[in-house]
């Protein structure tokens, strides 16, 4: 009987232990690269075999349109779409603004992600693709 109350106090500190690491990692800063996309037009992308690749042909004409942006804004990477919250969509709608390029709109997103969600920090160009 000890021996089982003993492992099962075991397997409860375990649980708990492992719980809590785990909302450590979620608390850190993090870096993804991908294309920067609107809420709107990032749904259909992610339809397609190669989401990220389908979003480098995503205009940004498209992206600045009202109804896009007001949709929000998130990151396509690889087979994945990590969406901004409100400080990550102000971000983006800078970022494109200020950006000469018309399409391929490759970023390293830097904040706090948490699920299919980021906390942004900082939006800047990725030109290494």
Do not use: W
């Amino acid at each position: 009987m000890r021996t089982l109350v003993s492992a099962i106090v075991i397997v409860c500190m375990l649980g708990f232990l492992s719980t809590f690491s785990k909302g450590a990692d979620a608390g850190q800063q993090t870096t993804v690269s991908g294309v920067v996309i609107d809420q709107a037009c990032a749904g259909k992308m992610m339809t397609k075999d190669d989401p990220e690749k389908e979003a480098a042909a995503h205009p940004k004409s498209c992206a600045t349109k009202d109804a896009c942006e007001k949709s929000g804004y998130g990151v396509i990477s690889g087979k994945e779409l990590i969406k901004f919250d409100d400080n990550g969509n102000k971000l983006a709608k800078d970022f494109l603004a200020k950006t000469t390029k018309e399409d391929n709109l490759r970023v390293k997103v830097t904040g706090t992600r948490t699920g299919d969600q980021m906390a942004v920090t900082e939006i800047t160009a990725d030109d290494s693709k």
